[in-house]
């Protein structure tokens, strides 16, 4: 199980790949969609006859509070060798970040709608056989060792009885 969950974690952009496995986050932020798809559609199994427990990472607000100009690999800006000087560095990476700001904020917003959107369709498909647990959190890096007690805290502080509702409604009694 260890070796299914770190190769499940490895994210190319903050972390190393396990055994030669990334996050799932590369191809899919929230899988829950592309499961039902996959159950439905390859394995045959009904609709009425699925459900998910979605479980994130956390949700942190981003707010953009800097120049984004020269964002992205491709920027009519950084093709333009006399506009290079004083422009953030591609894919918006704050090397020179304050504390509550992620290492890769583009990366962030670009996850995080996407999440958004595949739980709003997971949850369109299922209804009350959807669940998603996604805490809010505040807006720090995910791979900065010394947040660990911080989000210790707001893991102990989650109230799981819905989701615990959720597994005895969908699991328990089958």
Do not use: C, H
Request: glycine share 8%; proline share 8%.
């Amino acid at each position: 199980m260890s070796d299914v969950i770190l190769r499940s974690s490895g994210a190319p952009a903050t972390q190393r790949a396990y055994q030669n496995y990334v996050d799932g986050y590369v191809v899919a932020t929230n899988p829950s969609t592309a499961s039902i798809a996959f159950a439905v559609g390859k394995a045959k199994v009904p609709l009425d006859q699925i459900a998910v427990l979605s479980i994130g990472t956390g949700e942190a607000q981003t707010r953009l509070r800097r120049d984004t100009r020269g964002w992205g690999m491709v920027s009519a800006d950084n093709i333009r060798p006399e506009n290079l000087k004083n422009l953030p560095p591609n894919w918006g990476v704050l090397l020179d970040r304050s504390p509550n700001e992620p290492l890769l904020p583009f990366l962030q917003i670009v996850g995080g709608g996407n999440g958004y959107y595949e739980s709003m369709v997971s949850a369109n498909l299922l209804g009350d056989r959807f669940f998603r647990l996604d805490p809010r959190i505040p807006n720090f890096s995910k791979t900065d060792p010394s947040v660990v007690p911080a989000v210790i805290e707001i893991a102990n502080k989650t109230n799981l009885q819905p989701v615990n509702k959720f597994i005895e409604k969908n699991w328990n009694s089958k």
